[in-house]
């Protein structure tokens, strides 16, 4: 779960089955978990109508045929978070009344596939998120707008720019990553010991 005490991170929640006519769910690892366990509570033909794009990430290949055995009228698996956004962008493009979406998987993929739901036009009351697995952050660079993924040690290189950032609790949702500043702008020469924060 994550710390409750970042006041600008999003409050996620557990996905429940909600009444609609096109559900999208939108997953990355341990996400898969949370789709799976929401379909236990779901009513008969739910999937029937519905969309799976999942990203398996590290969780492999253990949640692809539990997620396919549930019948969807479509499934997607894609091989990154940046692959699967134009898809499903394109599925939200045609309004249709009735839709929910469902997002589930790390902190990273919650942020930026609502972010692009949002340009779509979707009400925010029909999106449900639900964070699993990983707490590795997404990391702007303050310095050089560069976004670093999958971030795991405090503090990291930029893997644009290279400057040695700490990365703050400050979350910005319209950028759906944390912010990193310069650790050691008035001596580059000094570095501290780089440590694991964020698993």
Sequence with gaps: MTPKTILSRPVYGTLSPQAGTHHLFVADAEGGGAIL?????????????????????????????PLQ???PAQYYEGPSIAAALPRQKQTLAPARMGRRLYLAGTEGLIGQAMQAALDAGIDHGSIQTEQRGSLARRVQCVHCKGITEDVTTQPVRCSHCGLLLFVRDHYSRRLAAFQGVCINAEDQSEIPPIEEAFR
Aim: aromatic share 12%; charged share 20%; no cysteine.
């Design 37 to 65: 366990d929401m379909a236990k509570a779901a009513p008969e033909g739910f999937f029937a109508g519905a969309h799976i794009i999942y990203i398996p990430r590290e969780a492999g290949a253990a949640y692809t045929g």
């Design 69 to 71: 055995a549930l019948k």
